[in-house]
């Protein structure tokens, strides 16, 4: 994965998360405050994540992403436009959105439109994790580890993966992965089945 000292994918939207989050919110009429409060997530740290001043982990990021009902789709901002005739069903390699939260970058395999099924290329940081608090939300998790070393977490049991191991599990149990080594981890992630609920 190409990117420069910025973290913006040289192939990719170059939207911010922050900035992403600011035109949905903005988009459907919602403050600030009211975020905060449909999310969890404090005004001071929506505030900042809006303003590309703090990198949210991915709890934060999925409470926001929950409390304005939106797809993980949505947050790679991918509306740019393509001029070729593509199928719709195809992403090309060069049209990758991409999303750095710092530790953690996100690019995203699946085609454009409106999927159950999201896939994409999680590279993790050594000493990086998803977060001091546990995930969970309705949905169905699986992966491969195309490079590097990856401990997961799913409720409350730990596997350490390597490279070429895979997983699947259901990810309204409580989940969590860090990576404990001294290089990248590069996961092959996908996301299946999303059901959206403001209310848990």
Known sequence: MTQDETGDAENGSSRSI???FRHLRKQQGISIQEL???????VGMISQIERDLANPSMRVLTAIRRALNISMQAMFSDDQPDTRD???FVRRAENRPFID???LQKELLTSGGNHN???????IAPGASSGNTALSYPAEKGGLVLEGELVLSVDHR????GQG???????ALEHGFRNESDRPARILWVIGAVQFDRHL
């Open 165 to 171: 191991d895979s997983f699947v599990f259901d990810s």
């Open 117 to 123: 099924l999201q896939i994409m290329i999680l590279t």
């Open 101 to 103: 939260l710092g530790t």
């Open 158 to 161: 730990e596997a350490r993966l």
């Open 18 to 20: 922050g900035a992403t």
């Open 86 to 88: 593509e199928p719709p």
């Open 36 to 42: 905060a409060r449909k999310s969890g997530v404090s």
